[in-house]
């Protein structure tokens, strides 16, 4: 089993930036990737970032591209993203979510772990 704990999460205003970070802990020689998913009210979750632990490779919903970066710290076994230029559209609970799967970064049916999520508040 793996856990992973969001923090970082909070009230920012427009055109600020934010960094989340996701420690996990357990199995952590398990997980292959690990991605940041959101889910705003009334909205479906969606895919934002995810990066391929080892290989250090990202990819990225259309929608945050060249505004988010993730990273990864494999020490500390920590993820980040690091949240610029902020939308009031990104405001959403953000989940780090973790798998030891080879599927596709974006594919949200294929995280097998997830975290309890981190509230982030962009305000106009």
């Known amino acids: 089993q793996v856990q992973l704990v969001e923090s970082g999460g909070g009230l920012v205003q427009a055109g600020g930036s934010l960094r989340l970070s996701c420690a996990a802990s357990g199995r952590t020689f398990s997980i292959y990737k690990m991605g940041w998913f959101r889910q705003a009210p009334g909205k479906e979750r969606e895919f934002v970032a995810a990066v391929w632990r080892n290989l250090g490779t990202t990819d990225y919903a259309a929608s945050v591209k060249g505004r988010f970066t993730i990273s990864r710290d494999n020490t500390k076994n920590t993820a980040y993203l690091q949240m610029s230029n902020a939308k009031p559209e990104d405001t959403a609970v953000y989940y780090c979510?973790?798998?030891?799967?080879?599927?596709?970064?974006?594919?949200?049916?294929?995280?097998?772990?997830w975290g309890q999520g981190t509230q982030v508040t962009v305000s106009s």
């Open positions: 979510a973790a798998d030891g799967t080879a599927q596709v970064l974006s594919d949200i049916t294929s995280y097998a772990y």
